[in-house]
């Protein structure tokens, strides 16, 4: 729950503009401090996955993929000034900028099915579409001056690639440890004990011990985490929770022209679309701030 918590907090604290725009500012602010952190720790540490404020550069690809579509939203938003207006469109593109250097991959396949569904639903707003494409084109050109960012491009579809060879058995144990738990899978955060000593295939890169290294505790996707940790009763919960939100925010955005509604649609669009090759949705920073987004879009604000 206490993952939650802030989703719970805004929607009883959020109640005017005045307290809507405020947090909102707060939060460009500190996207605005934490993204050139990670282009700075790129330029000037030579850090070749920068990650900011962040635990991992991972986490900051999720981040990243969080803070885009608020970056659009309050871009739009005609309770706030032209200046701050035209500030959070430099954010987006710090963002889109952050996340190429990232080196984050499930961020990156997510960021562009978010692009184009968001181009797709928008198609009316050409100002809007030829920013983010030329901001995107532009910035992408940029990051690929990086040899290592044409190398993590070339990895995407390799699957000798270590990264992804591992990836591809942890899921098969995991489906493995499924099949033996169908019900209620092992238990929650019990994968690690599960696939380190039992279901760990011997051909993965990586075993527990090996080099200091004492295992996985995620099998690198959301689905995979929960199906094997929850089984069907699991799985069933995690599905219709999502999907419940995924209406909601699609229905906001259809019946009521909500830009909030759109907002959050897309931001959870992100988070899913990452989760299938990251495990994102248990980790505490990324989901303390995805409710917190959630709880401020939904809030009933009153002029």
């Not at 995924?246 to 988070?271: C, Q, T, V």
Request: include cysteine.
């Amino acid at each position: 729950m206490h993952r939650c918590l802030p989703f719970f907090f805004a929607l009883i604290c959020i109640t005017n503009e005045i307290r809507l725009k405020n947090i909102l500012l707060v939060i460009l602010v500190t996207n605005m401090i934490n993204d050139p952190a990670g282009i700075y720790q790129w330029f000037a540490l030579n850090i070749p996955r920068p990650y900011a404020f962040n635990h991992t550069a991972t986490f900051f690809g999720s981040m990243l993929l969080i803070q885009f579509p608020v970056h659009l939203f309050i871009a739009q938003l005609k309770i706030f000034p032209s200046i701050i207006r035209k500030l959070a469109y430099f954010a987006c593109g710090l963002t889109i900028f952050s996340l190429a250097i990232s080196l984050t991959r499930g961020a990156w396949l997510a960021f562009i099915i978010v692009g184009v569904t968001f181009i797709l639903l928008e198609m009316n707003r050409k100002f809007l579409m030829i920013f983010i494409c030329s901001t995107v084109i532009l910035l992408t050109a940029a990051a690929m001056l990086s040899p290592l960012f044409l190398k993590t491009i070339k990895t995407c579809t390799d699957l000798n690639y270590s990264s992804n060879t591992e990836r591809i058995l942890m899921w098969k144990s995991s489906w493995e440890i499924f099949k033996d738990y169908p019900i209620h899978g092992v238990g929650q955060e019990m994968f690690f004990k599960a696939y380190n000593e039992q279901y760990i295939s011997q051909e993965a890169p990586d075993q527990p011990g090996k080099d200091g290294n004492e295992g996985h505790s995620h099998p690198h996707s959301n689905f995979f985490k929960i199906l094997s940790e929850g089984g069907i009763i699991g799985i069933t919960a995690f599905i219709f929770l999502h999907g419940y939100f995924f209406r909601k925010f699609y229905r906001m955005y259809r019946l009521n022209n909500s830009r909030a509604g759109l907002i959050a649609f897309l931001i959870l669009l992100g988070l899913q679309i990452e989760g299938l090759t990251d495990t994102n949705m248990n980790q505490v920073p990324i989901m303390r701030e995805y409710w917190l987004i959630i709880g401020i879009l939904l809030s009933p604000i009153k002029k």
